[in-house]
T-cell receptor, first 114, second 117 residues
Framework: GESVGLHLPTLSVQEGDNSIINCAYS??????FIWYKQESGKGPQFIID???NMDKRQGQRVTVLLNKTVKHLSLQIAATQPGDSAVYFC????WGSGTYKYIFGTGTRLKVLA | EAGVTQFPSHSVIEKGQTVTLRCDPI?????LYWYRRVMGKEIKFLLH????????ESGMPNNRFLAERTGGTYSTLKVQPAELEDSGVYFC???????????????FGPGTRLTVL
């Protein structure tokens, strides 16, 4: 079935380094992609999104890259901080059955080392 | 502005019992979604309300699950009778009218952790 998957379940980075979290999606018809951050005991928190007519979007310390040719999405975090430690989910927004729904990957845990 | 809230935060019940989860969306959001994450798996869509109407319930696992959104404000998700495999975290999300905005940004609540013994 359709799914969004994450290549690395756990990513450890040194504080101050840049982090790159990758995601593969399977449905070429998806037109909107979102990255969420989930801290322990909390719900997914919106980080950044990108539409399919773009290949790059920047936020504050975060950048999302979209490669539609290979159906790949990545989240780059600059100067990673201890507060960035969390599980990161990518999701694709797919139209079907008269509505939009999100399809999530399993998540990547980011550990920031002091 | 208050975010999406969910109650309870954690529920522990025995197999065969009934549990009702509640979600209060962000004020003014017509769209309300239920998702769940079972252990080690990805977050999966359950259903979508537009105001009080069920727009898509293709993700509901079986007829033991009943979702309602009377009046188009808060929503409840009832599991009756609960089974062991229903254990997981149930998330609610809400968004504005995607018909005018295109693909929508969904804002999630903290989730309800359900444990069925």
């Amino acid at each position: 079935g359709e799914s969004v998957g994450l290549h690395l379940p756990t990513l450890s980075v040194q504080e101050g380094d840049n982090s790159i979290i990758n995601c593969a999606y399977s449905n070429s018809a998806s037109d909107y992609f979102i990255w969420y951050k989930q801290e322990s005991g909390k719900g997914p928190q919106f980080i950044i999104d990108i539409r399919s007519n773009m290949d790059k979007r920047q936020g504050q310390r975060v950048t999302v890259l979209l490669n539609k040719t290979v159906k790949h999405l990545s989240l780059q975090i600059a100067a990673t901080q201890p507060g960035d430690s969390a599980v990161y989910f990518c999701a694709e927004n797919l139209w079907g059955s008269g509505t939009y729904k999100y399809i999530f990957g399993t998540g990547t845990r980011l550990k920031v080392l002091a | 502005e208050a975010g999406v809230t969910q109650f309870p935060s954690h529920s522990v019940i025995e197999k065969g019992q009934t549990v009702t989860l509640r979600c209060d969306p962000i004020s003014g959001h017509d769209n309300l979604y239920w998702y769940r994450r079972v252990m080690g798996k990805e977050i999966k869509f359950l259903l979508h309300f537009v105001k009080e109407s069920k727009q898509d319930e293709s993700g509901m696992p079986n007829n033991r699950f009943l979702a309602e959104r009377t009046g188009g404000t808060y929503s409840t998700l009832k599991v009756q009778p609960a089974e062991l495999e229903d254990s997981g975290v149930y998330f609610c999300a809400s968004s504005q009218d995607w018909r005018t905005l295109g693909a929508d940004t969904q804002y999630f609540g903290p989730g309800t952790r359900l444990t069925v013994l």
